[in-house]
T-cell receptor, first 118, second 114 residues
Framework: AQKVTQAQTEISVVEKEDVTLDCVYE???????LFWYKQPPSGELVFLIR??????QNEISGRYSWNFQKSTSSFNFTITASQVVDSAVYFC???????????????FGKGTHLIIQP | DAGVTQSPTHLIKTRGQQVTLRCSPK?????VSWYQQALGQGPQFIFQ???????QRGNFPDRFSGHQFPNYSSELNVNALLLGDSALYLC?????????????FGPGTRLTVL
């Protein structure tokens, strides 16, 4: 069975600090996909990144960066020089491929509530 | 380019009633998935529709059913509502079912069961 753990329930930092959100996953498949989504107070989930299990390259997009390590089953997300607008709930999610060739529905962690104080 | 849309935005029902939620996928997308998000929790997968058929289902009872129309839009129906069905219901669409394509989410429908 697949599982995603986000151990940090809530993180509060002061603006301009760097912050890392942890994500640990469990899966028996060799082919899977990992995602990060942002959920602002409005409720809509905003896609941030998708990474497949064969691509362990770290990725940077502006102030956002992601560190994927298969050896520790982790897919951590770092925000550099945080801003108040980064305040939201962030979800890590996992999707496996099933025998019919389609992808499973996403399995989400419980989310990390990030608070950026001015 | 219109994103995923859902209606209604909010809904209040009483126990035992039935409810229908609607979703229009992002332009060009043919696969629709539904999720339930209880307060303070991550979304949980209900089911996925592709080519007008339910292709996958999460751990939800038969009270939860759905439909996909030829234009790819979808409905989620919940019968015999329970207090525990109160949640944000999210619809997501994707382009290519078999390639684990990114799912894009709508704004959700907040259902309150009294």
């Amino acid at each position: 069975a697949q599982k995603v753990t986000q151990a940090q329930t809530e993180i509060s930092v002061v603006e301009k600090e760097d912050v890392t959100l942890d994500c640990v996953y469990e899966t028996r498949d060799t082919t899977y996909y990992l995602f990060w989504y942002k959920q602002p107070p409005s409720g809509e989930l905003v896609f941030l990144i998708r990474r497949n299990s064969f691509d362990e390259q770290n990725e940077i997009s502006g102030r956002y960066s992601w560190n994927f390590q298969k050896s520790t089953s982790s897919f951590n997300f770092t925000i550099t020089a945080s801003q108040v607008v980064d305040s939201a709930v962030y979800f890590c999610a996992l999707s496996e491929l099933y025998s019919g060739g389609g992808a499973d529905g996403l399995t989400f962690g419980k989310g990390t509530h990030l608070i950026i104080q001015p | 380019d219109a994103g995923v849309t859902q209606s209604p935005t909010h809904l209040i029902k009483t126990r035992g009633q039935q409810v229908t939620l609607r979703c229009s996928p992002k332009s060009g997308h043919d696969t629709v998935s539904w999720y339930q998000q209880a307060l303070g929790q991550g979304p949980q997968f209900i089911f996925q529709y592709y080519e007008e058929e339910e292709r996958q289902r999460g751990n939800f009872p038969d009270r939860f059913s759905g439909h996909q129309f030829p234009n790819y839009s979808s409905e989620l129906n919940v019968n015999a509502l329970l207090l525990g069905d109160s949640a944000l219901y999210l619809c997501a669409s994707s382009l290519v079912r078999g390639a684990a394509d990114t799912q894009y989410f709508g704004p959700g429908t907040r259902l309150t069961v009294l």
